[in-house]
C-alpha cells in the first residue's frame, strides 16, 4: 500500500520539522509543510494530500480553524488539529469544520500515529455513509414505486418524487407532516375509509398489506386505485424507529382487469351460443330423420304397406313431430325468459285441485308402469299463482320423475299449504336413478345432462324452464337426491304471488 501522504501546517520552523522526521519515521510522506494559513491552502490544492495536520494557532491573519474549513470546502480529506491548549472556545470553533482529531502538544510518535490512523478510518467510514446515503437517495428517487417513511410517531420524514406525484403533496409540505394527512385511502366497495397502515404498523408491529380495491385520495381530492405494503423499520428487535410505506398505482391494472372480465363475459356468451344452436340443431336432427325414414319406408313399400306398418310409420313421425314442437317450445320459453319476459300472470286457483287435474292429464298423455301418488294434507289450498308456469314446473318434474324411473317404483307428489308462512311447499319424489352429487349443482344449467343418464333421452332444458318458472313466482326449488335411491324436487312458492312483491325484491 502507498504511503499516506499528508500536509504539515505549523508556523515553528523547528516544531514542523520535527514532526515531518516523525511522520516519515512511522512511514507516511510528507507532501510539505506550510506555516500560514494561505499557503497550507494553496499547498492542499495542489498537493492533493490525503491528510492535513493543522496547528490551531498560526501567525498571520487567518488562524487554523479557518484555514481547515477553507480546505475542507475544497478537498474531501481529513484535518487533525496540533494545539497546546484544550480550552473550550478553541474546541467549540475547531467543532464546526468537522475536525478528525485532535493532538495536544507535547506529543509522542505513537500519540501521532493513533491520531492519524483514526483520522483516516473515521474519514473512510463518512465516505462509506455518504456514499450508501447516496445510493439509496438515488434508487428511491428513481424508483416508480412511490416510497414514504416516518418516525415512530407516524410523522413523514422522507417521501420519494413518485410518491410526491401520486399524492400531489410536494416533499417541503408533506415533511413533519402526520402520515394521516398526506395517505388518505378509502375502500372502493364499502365507501368507507381504511385505517392508515402505518398506524396499523406500529400497533401489529408487522408488515401490512392493503386489501382490494382500495383507493389513496388525492392532495386535490380525486382517487387513485392502488396497492400497498408498509413494513415497520426496526433498528433494534423489538423496538419500532419508523414505519416505510411503498405503494403503487393501479388504475392501469385496473383497466386491464375490467377489459380482460368483459372480454371473457363476452367469449362466454358466444360460447354458450355457439353450445346453443349446435345442442338445438343435433336435437332436430334426430326427430327430423326418423320422419325422413318413415316416409321413404312408406314410399318404398307403395301398395305392399300392411295397414299395421303404415300405422306404426305414421305413429313414428308423429312422435318425431311431437318431440320437435316440444323442442321448439322449449327453445321459445327460454328466448323469453332470457329477454326478460317470463311474467307471472297470477290468478286465485285451488291448489289441490289443479294438481289432481294436472295428475289425471299427464297419466293421459304419459302412461306408465309406474304409480303416481298424490296426497295433500292441508285443508285450505287456495293460491294466487300462474297456472300456466305451474303446469310447466309440475309437467317437468313428472316427466324427469317418470323417464329417470327406468325400474317402475312410486312416484309421490305431496302438497303442503303452510298457512302461517303463506307459503305452498310441493314435493315430487321418485325411486329412480338418482343423480351423482357431482352432477348435482349443474343440472340447473342449460343442456347440463348428469353423467348416468346416457342411454335416456333428453335435451337437458327442462330444469332451466323450471327454475326460471319457480324464480317467476318469487319461489325456490331444491333437489335432494341419491344416485340409485331416487331424487326428491322440493319447490316453495309464496301462495299468494303478488307483482308488487316481485318488483320490490
Ligand atoms: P329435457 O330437456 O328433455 O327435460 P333432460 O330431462 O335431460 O332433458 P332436465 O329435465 O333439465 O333435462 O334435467 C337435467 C338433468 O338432471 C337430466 O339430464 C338428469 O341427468 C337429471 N335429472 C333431472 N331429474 C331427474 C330425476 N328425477 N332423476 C334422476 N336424474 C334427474
Ligand atoms: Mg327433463
Known amino acids: 500500500m502507498e504511503p499516506v501522504r499528508i500536509l504539515v501546517v505549523e508556523d515553528e520552523?523547528?516544531?514542523?520539522?520535527?514532526?515531518?522526521?516523525?511522520?516519515?519515521?512511522?512511514?507516511?510522506?510528507?507532501?510539505?509543510?506550510?506555516?500560514?494559513?494561505?499557503?497550507?491552502?494553496?499547498?492542499?490544492?495542489?498537493?492533493?494530500?490525503?491528510?492535513?495536520?493543522?496547528?490551531?494557532?498560526?501567525?498571520?491573519?487567518m488562524d487554523g480553524i479557518t484555514a481547515a474549513s477553507q480546505i475542507r470546502e475544497q478537498l474531501d480529506i481529513p484535518v487533525i488539529f496540533l494545539t497546546a491548549y484544550g480550552d473550550d472556545n478553541t474546541v467549540q470553533r475547531a467543532k464546526t469544520t468537522q475536525p478528525f482529531g485532535y493532538i495536544i502538544k507535547p506529543f509522542?510518535?505513537?500519540?501521532?500515529?493513533?491520531?492519524?490512523?483514526?483520522?483516516?478510518?473515521?474519514?473512510?467510514?463518512?465516505?462509506?455513509?455518504?456514499?450508501?446515503?447516496?445510493?439509496?437517495?438515488?434508487l428511491l428517487n428513481s424508483m416508480s414505486d412511490a416510497v414514504i417513511a416516518t418516525n415512530e410517531q407516524g410523522i413523514v420524514t422522507f417521501i420519494n418524487p413518485a410518491a410526491e406525484s401520486l399524492t400531489g403533496w410536494k416533499q417541503a409540505d408533506a415533511l413533519g407532516k402526520d402520515i394521516s394527512r398526506i395517505l388518505q385511502l378509502v375502500d372502493e366497495v364499502t365507501e368507507t375509509s381504511v385505517?392508515?397502515?402505518?398506524?396499523?404498523?406500529?400497533?401489529?408491529?408487522?408488515?401490512?398489506?392493503?386489501?382490494?380495491?382500495?383507493?389513496?385520495?388525492?392532495?386535490?381530492?380525486?382517487?387513485?386505485?392502488?396497492?400497498?405494503?408498509?413494513?415497520?423499520?426496526?433498528?433494534?428487535?423489538?423496538?419500532?424507529?419508523?414505519?416505510?410505506?411503498?405503494?403503487?398505482?393501479?388504475?392501469?391494472?385496473?383497466?386491464?382487469?375490467?377489459?380482460?372480465?368483459?372480454?371473457?363475459?363476452?367469449?362466454?356468451?358466444?360460447?354458450?351460443?355457439?353450445?346453443?344452436?349446435?345442442?338445438?340443431?343435433?336435437e332436430f336432427r334426430n326427430p327430423l330423420s326418423v320422419i325422413q325414414s318413415s316416409v321413404e319406408l312408406i314410399e318404398l313399400q307403395g301398395e305392399n304397406l300392411t295397414t299395421d306398418k303404415r300405422n306404426t310409420y305414421l305413429n313414428r313421425i308423429s312422435s318425431a313431430v311431437q318431440s320437435m314442437k316440444q323442442l321448439m317450445e322449449d327453445v321459445l320459453f327460454m328466448g323469453?325468459?332470457?329477454?326478460?319476459?317470463?311474467e307471472c300472470h297470477a290468478h286465485p286457483l285451488n291448489l289441490k285441485e289443479f294438481c289432481r287435474e294436472l295428475l289425471a292429464e299427464f297419466t293421459m298423455i304419459h302412461p306408465t308402469s309406474a304409480e303416481i301418488i298424490f296426497s295433500c294434507e292441508s285443508d285450505r289450498t287456495d293460491a294466487f299463482m300462474d297456472e300456466q308456469l305451474l303446469r310447466y314446473i309440475f309437467t317437468n318434474l313428472l316427466n324427469n320423475a317418470i323417464k329417470y324411473s327406468p325400474n317402475g317404483g312410486n312416484v309421490l307428489f305431496q302438497l303442503t299449504c303452510d298457512l302461517i308462512h303463506q307459503l305452498a311447499i310441493f314435493c315430487v319424489q321418485d325411486q329412480g336413478i338418482?343423480?351423482?352429487?357431482?352432477?348435482?349443482?349443474?343440472?340447473?344449467?342449460?343442456?347440463?345432462?348428469?353423467?348416468?343418464?346416457?342411454?335416456?333421452?333428453?335435451?337437458?332444458?327442462?330444469?332451466?324452464?323450471?327454475k326460471k318458472c319457480v324464480e317467476a313466482h318469487q319461489g325456490q326449488i331444491s333437489i335432494h337426491s341419491q344416485a340409485g335411491v331416487g331424487s326428491t324436487f322440493t319447490v316453495i312458492l309464496p301462495i299468494n304471488y303478488s307483482s308488487n312483491a316481485a318488483d320490490e325484491a
Open 336 to 342: 323469453k325468459s332470457d329477454a326478460g319476459k317470463l
Open 108 to 138: 509522542t510518535p505513537k500519540d501521532l500515529r493513533i491520531a492519524i490512523e483514526i483520522g483516516l478510518l473515521k474519514h473512510q467510514l463518512e465516505q462509506d455513509l455518504r456514499e450508501n446515503r447516496d445510493r439509496l437517495a438515488t
Open 195 to 282: 385505517e392508515n397502515p402505518v398506524t396499523r404498523v406500529l400497533r401489529e408491529q408487522q408488515v401490512v398489506y392493503l386489501n382490494d380495491f382500495t383507493s389513496l385520495i388525492t392532495k386535490n381530492g380525486s382517487r387513485v386505485p392502488i396497492g400497498d405494503s408498509a413494513s415497520p423499520i426496526m433498528r433494534h428487535p423489538g423496538q419500532i424507529n419508523g414505519v416505510v410505506v411503498v405503494f403503487w398505482d393501479l388504475s392501469e391494472r385496473r383497466q386491464t382487469q375490467l377489459l380482460e372480465q368483459a372480454l371473457l363475459k363476452e367469449q362466454e356468451v358466444n360460447q354458450l351460443k355457439s353450445l346453443f344452436i349446435s345442442t338445438v340443431s343435433h
Open 434 to 466: 338418482g343423480i351423482p352429487e357431482a352432477d348435482q349443482a349443474r343440472i340447473f344449467e342449460s343442456f347440463y345432462r348428469a353423467s348416468n343418464v346416457q342411454s335416456i333421452p333428453g335435451t337437458g332444458l327442462g330444469l332451466v324452464i323450471v
Open 13 to 61: 520552523v523547528i516544531v514542523a520539522r520535527t514532526i515531518a522526521n516523525q511522520l516519515n519515521q512511522l512511514g507516511y510522506t510528507v507532501i510539505g509543510t506550510a506555516s500560514s494559513g494561505q499557503v497550507a491552502i494553496t499547498k492542499a490544492l495542489e498537493g492533493k494530500p490525503e491528510l492535513v495536520l493543522m496547528d490551531v494557532i498560526l501567525k498571520g491573519e
